[in-house]
């Protein structure tokens, strides 16, 4: 039974201080997953995010649910993912309660999300930077990671059409 309570708790602080959701958490899991308790080694952590990627739902809940699943079974990835959503739902909650309480000063709340943007954007980063540079290690990697870049952000194709598409160009590299 510690097990389970130490997979939920692990995510509850995942979620608890995992601003901006998604991306955002990716440090913070792979902080808890990899280097505190030794669930994953980074390889495992990085397939994991790969599967979290393409299956529907928010990563940072489909991670959870994984992890979970990989360290404990069906049960465990039940702990986890409570675990990752239980402090949004709590936040949410009492966010709602606030608001609906105290209306004629909502600026306030504004003015927080608006601070907090600069925070997720950091963490997005670095998340992006770990990533990279682990999973970045010759020059097909690097052209596949270019190309997807170029397709999503300077052509705006179509995110799902830039994925099977560097999906495909990763099996024809690999061969």
């Known amino acids: ?9 692990a995510f509850f602080k995942v979620g608890l201080f995992g601003f901006g959701g998604g991306y955002a958490m990716l440090p913070l899991i792979q902080k808890e997953v990899v280097e505190i308790n030794k669930w994953l080694n980074f390889k495992e952590f990085m397939d994991v995010l790969a599967i979290s990627q393409v299956t529907p739902g928010p990563i940072s809940v ?6 979970g699943y990989k360290v404990k079974g069906v049960l465990g990835s039940a702990f986890a993912t ?3 959503a239980m402090p949004s739902f709590i936040i949410i909650l009492f966010l709602a309660y606030i608001i609906k309480k105290y209306r004629s000063q909502i600026k ?3 003015y927080f999300f608006q601070a907090i943007r600069p925070v997720v954007i950091a963490l997005i980063l670095q998340a992006a930077i770990n990533i990279g540079r682990n999973s970045i290690t010759g ?3 690097f052209t ?7 397709g999503i952000y300077l052509l705006k194709a179509n995110p799902i059409a830039v994925i099977f598409f560097s999906a495909l ?6 061969r």
Not at 1 to 9: A, E, Q, V
Not at 169 to 174: A, N, P, S, T, W
């Open 1 to 9: 039974m510690l097990d389970y309570i130490k997979l939920f708790l």
């Open 62 to 67: 489909n991670a959870a649910t994984f992890v």
């Open 82 to 84: 409570l675990g990752v």
């Open 108 to 110: 306030a709340v504004e």
């Open 139 to 141: 020059i097909k990697e």
């Open 144 to 150: 596949i990671a270019a190309i997807t870049f170029a």
């Open 169 to 174: 160009l990763g099996v024809l590299m690999y």
